[in-house]
């Protein structure tokens, strides 16, 4: 089976974000970066189909010069070879991204694409639905649990109000919820297997992608804070302020 | 989009009624640009639903009402919004962000050409230069964002948006005839719905959330009294989940449920950054945590430290009280 998976890089999901005084976008001095966790996700997933059944895993990433490291991680966690699509954040929307995947399933011709169901950073959800409906393939988005047999996906999906299991043909587009496993961490000697491992470099224009928006982030600023709070002492004084001050009770 | 139809959804042959927040945003939204909205109902024995949506100002409301709709597969059902968007001549599609439309309106988007905003809490300014916002980065930062397409799809975040209002006029039924377009890819198995005599996290006034400060099933059952008493849902953080003591679908927070009632506890929860996503804009919130530098404390309206063992009895008790039960 040939898998295709995503690798984004993003800000440290537990660091604080601030937005730049003139809002044009966040404050990035002293953040560091990561694999996006649900594209660490997929990428268990992708590694975990081919040491039972072998074949091949492509690890995928669009961001700046700098999102190659990322994409090394996913190497380093088992997938063969990478594509790093160069193009900073800043100048993509979830459409753009979906389309340039397209291109990329287009020339890969995979059996399975498997995302994480969302970044972190924009925290959109719509690149692995988007990817389906542009190829017409069928989607199990929010796996929490994934089989194959034959040319069959069976897949639970994490909704709200319960557990939904459905069946996909191949090929089909997968999208990784967080209980799908547990990533692994990238041993020493895969690190260093992962630095000889070919990654091409592409741009949109070689593969003939629109730069246009669909939708464009025009300003960033911090949400409104919530009034700070106060501490209380004792459960009495507690229930006094809910009931008297809050009249929450 | 200035003919906007939102999707209302139904959930084990009922309104789900956390999907209507959309029409608010919908109807918000037509004032704004000079348009009009309806609303579409799919499903399979449906029809009969119709009536409860018909009192909130929409134009129309469509039912689209077939056995091929029983159950949910994004494919067929993308196909099936936008035919009935082309039939209605609507230029934008809304429904409240939850696991059914997160997993829809993306191929809807795709399938209309139209840029999508996800999560939308809000909508900025009118006319042709209409923005929205939504938040990025675990709601720590609020972007405000424009679409550029002729048509348009919204995720609307159901926590920024009232409940729609009765206004006493009847939009007019139609039942639109749009075939399920089984295409054999995709094919539904099962829904196991999660057990639970407790309102749902994104109906009930309270929620009671537990972190890994209670340790274990044992001490995640201390939450249930004074649930009860309250008639409150229980949320859980991760930790919580991925332990096996919740099920998934009980995690509040940036890739779970998004909550905002009158009340919130968060009990032995430390307020990481993806929690606090799902909860902060809770009227009240009370956190109970025995570590006083927790960050939970910072967006708490009321904290006491202390163990929650011990503080989570004395409340139950209080409230018992304070409630003559």
Sequence with gaps: MKILVTAKRVTDPDAKIRVKADGTGIETAGLEYKLNPFCENAIEAAVQLQEKQGGEVVAVTIGDDDAVQNLRTALAMGADRGIHVKLPDAQMDSDLAARILVKLFEQEKPDLFLLGKQAVDGDSNQVGQLVAEYLDLPQACFASKLEVAGDKLTVDRELDGGMETIQVGLPAVVTADLRLNTPRLPTLPNVLKAKRKPVQELTIDALGVDPALTVATIAYEAPPARKGGIKVKTVEELMDKLVNEAKAL | MKNILVIAETFQGKIRKTSLPAVTFAAELAGKVGGEFSIALFGSGVAGLAGELTGFGAKNVYVVDAPGFANYLGGPWAKAVVALAQQAGATAVAAVSDTFSRDLLPRVAARMGAGMVSETTAIVGDGAGVKFQRPMWAGN????????????????????????????????????????????????????????????????????????????????????????MLKAAIGATRAVVDAGICPNDLQVGQTGRVVAPQLYFAVGLSGAIQHVAGMKNSKVIVAINKDEEAPIFSVADYGLVGDAFKILPELTDAIRKHKGL
């Design chain 2, 141 to 228: 930062v609020l972007g405000t964002v424009e679409v550029r397409t002729p048509t348009a799809v919204f995720g609307v975040r159901g926590t920024d948006f009232d409940p729609p209002k009765a206004t006493g006029g009847a939009s007019a039924v139609q039942n639109a005839s749009i075939a399920f377009a089984d295409d054999g890819k995709a094919t539904y198995v099962k829904f196991e719905p999660t057990v639970s005599a407790r309102p749902d996290l994104a109906e009930a006034a309270v929620v009671i959330s537990g972190g890994r400060g209670l340790k274990d099933a044992a001490g995640f059952a201390l939450l249930n009294p004074l649930a009860d």
